[in-house]
């Protein structure tokens, strides 16, 4: 049966606006801009989607106010191109896509399922789950997304000393290896201390350390996922990086009294620049992303996130925390971070 009028001329023009939304974004800055309502959005409904784990799922656990959904990521040069989880689906058939990372990458993770389920709501899935690594895969397209556990890229192994923190060794790194797509991510739990890290040494080459500037210690590592990254994944396989996620525990950063938290914020900092400054952390993944010979795209959420201090789960969270001002609501900010992932793909990143 021969295609109709109606519908080739809907084909024509669907591929008509991905053309003009890649030329549109040509060469405009993604990461430079401020948050506008927009009525249109959230991009999905938080109750219609499947995948949202308990901690991100906060009008579930009764967060009532609804502004903080309402808010597109405006560059100052150019539109974000609406998201197409159709277009994406058919972008990465037959491929694997994975993040790998803490909290903060299955955050992106489970917004991005979201995101592709509101396109395809009746598309056959499947799904398996162990401790380190979660696999839902959309059998209609042959797409599998994936995500991968890990506080710090590089190995935490038992000792009889002890748990160990290897800044030189990446052995998990092999399973990462059948992915066609890499989205990586660290930094959240390096600066944990006591009973809340999950190391009692570092090692680094033939020294061990009861502790070490964390700062310093995340450099190293990040230099070793970096090495690893440049010795072992193949030039086929394309590389994202998920810049530092903000925190709002401190109302100082963005201007307020030193008492605030995120609890009770309802709108984004209103401003062209984070009072605060940038995170540290950000210049050091820049500065090795830099140095790195296999190409890989960062993914520049810091300072657009910053602005967010309305967007944490903070006392809605269905796990049980008593201020949650790390991870961010689903539907919510990690929205537009895989809005600026499939937007940087349309660049042809």
């Not at 991905?18 to 309502?37: E, F, H, P």
């Not at 592709?116 to 397209?141: C, G, K, M, Q, W």
Request: charged residues 15%; aromatic residues 12%; neutral net charge.
């Amino acid at each position: 049966m021969g295609i109709g009028f109606g519908s080739l001329l809907l084909l024509c023009l669907s591929h008509s606006v991905l053309r003009v939304s890649a030329d549109a974004i040509s060469g405009c800055n993604l990461y430079t801009g401020n948050w506008v309502v927009d009525q249109s959005y959230p991009l999905y409904d938080s109750n219609s989607c499947p995948f949202i784990r308990p901690e991100f799922d906060c009008i579930k656990y009764g967060r009532t106010d609804k502004l903080y959904l309402k808010y597109k990521w405006k560059p100052s040069g150019c539109e974000i191109p609406r998201f197409d989880g159709v277009d994406l689906l058919k972008k990465w058939t037959g491929k694997k896509v994975m993040f790998v990372g803490d909290s903060l990458s299955l955050n992106q993770y489970e917004s991005l399922l979201c995101m592709i389920h509101e396109a395809v709501p009746n598309a056959r899935t499947s799904s398996t789950r162990t401790d380190v690594l979660t696999i839902v895969r959309f059998e209609d397209y042959n797409v599998s997304l994936m995500y991968y556990l890990s506080h710090y890229l590089v190995d935490i192994v038992s000792a009889p000393m002890g748990r160990i923190l290897k800044l030189n060794s990446i052995q998990a790194g092999h399973t990462w290896l059948n992915a066609d797509v890499l989205i990586f991510n660290t930094w959240h739990w390096w600066s944990r201390t006591g009973s809340a890290q999950p190391w009692d040494y570092i090692q680094d080459g033939q020294q061990f350390f009861k502790d070490m500037d964390r700062t310093a210690a995340f450099t190293i590592g990040l230099q070793t996922w970096a090495k690893w990254v440049d010795s072992s994944v193949p030039l086929t396989t394309k590389l994202y990086y998920q810049g530092v996620s903000p925190i709002h525990y401190h109302g100082q950063d963005w201007g307020a009294s030193t008492t605030r938290t995120c609890i009770g914020e309802t709108q984004p900092v209103n401003t062209s620049s984070y009072p605060a400054g940038p995170v540290p952390q950000e210049a050091i993944v820049k500065n090795i992303l830099s140095s790195m010979s296999k190409p890989i795209y960062l993914l520049d959420v810091t300072f657009l996130s910053q602005l967010r201090k309305d967007g944490h789960p903070s006392k809605y969270s269905g796990a049980k925390f008593d201020n949650d001002c790390t991870h961010w609501c689903l539907a919510g900010v990690p929205d537009t971070w895989n809005q600026l992932l499939y937007a940087s793909i349309l660049q042809g990143k």
